[in-house]
């Protein structure tokens, strides 16, 4: 256990305090203008001793919404709100990167009164949480002109991000939003440079990559992926060979880290060979992160056994702020509800 509580270098521009990180929990409490505000702010700095912070997954455009009072990083008041969290942190000696969020084919009309889009015209099949009157919409398929705009915004969301005070960015990459929605043949039916072969899928997550890292540095930028299709889009065994090329790729190239996108890590998937983070440790050379249904005690062993480098907690940091000192101590944990939810303790 004591591994966990050392610090971790992630390379020259980043030490953490220890291996912990808090996994992106979308909250939906930012207040109007999609502004973060200032329950948000004591909220993140309670939790300041875990080793990094990632934020609750940060719109980087009004049609990339797809959940109510999801904070946003593409105006000036979300930026100025963000600083008041990024300050709460560092007051307390912590980090604290933004989850960069578009929810392609998982937005509706409602949020933004436009059209949603997405890599192909293919619906997701129900309803968006938490309103469960709005049907998720057929989208309309990207133009690569489109898409050349949408790498621009993630690179100005991101640099948005570090303008707010932020010490980097995680991609989300994950969970079946737009960049996963690229990576996957069920929602990718494209069949030019985006679509159709692992080169043209992995495209515009490379593209995303390169665009941010260009702007805020690779040290800066983490990246989620759910190699393993488990929500919000169906897999195929085809998505082996997407991640296969994508992995590969990310090899050449410098992040901070890899970080699974996943509820449950005992889940495996035929077509990665069990596991998605043994699948992700397997063909990824750098830091990877584990996450899902992990208690310090299991997170300890797996990293003992070499299976990940550091763990991100969310659940039980939703319920126990002071996790970190629970679990340094011996004490017992809150069991999470999902009825914490309705607040920001
Ligand atoms: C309420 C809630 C909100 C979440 N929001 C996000 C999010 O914004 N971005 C994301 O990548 N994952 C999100 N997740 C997934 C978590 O980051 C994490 O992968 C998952 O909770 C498994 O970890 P745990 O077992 O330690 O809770 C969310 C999970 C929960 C329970």
Redesign the pocket.
Known sequence: MDTLFQPYRLNGTLTLANRFMM?????CMAGPGLVPTEQMAAYYARRADIGLI?S??TIIRPDGQGYPN?PGLYSPEQVEGWKQVTAAVHAKGGKIFA?L?HVGRLSHPFFHQAEVLAPSAVAHDGTVPRMRELVYQVPRALTIAEIAQLVEDYAQAAANAIEAGFDGV?I?G??GYLIDQFLHHSSNLRDDAYGATPENMSRFALEVVDAISARIGGDRVGL?LSPGAYVHLAGDARDRAVFDYLLTELNGRTLAYVH?????DSLTFDYLDGRASDYLRAHYDGHLVG????SAQSAAEAIKADRFDLI???????ANPDYLTRVKQAEPLVP?A?TM?AELI
Do not use: K, S
Not at 23 to 27: E, I, N, V
Not at 291 to 294: A, E, F, K, P, R
């Open positions: 996994a992106p929990l979308t909250r990632i609750e997954a999801t989850q969020w995680e989300h994950a969970n989620r699974l996108g996943i509820f449950d996450v899902g249904n992990y991100a907690i969310g659940r039980p940091l939703i999470y999902d939810l």
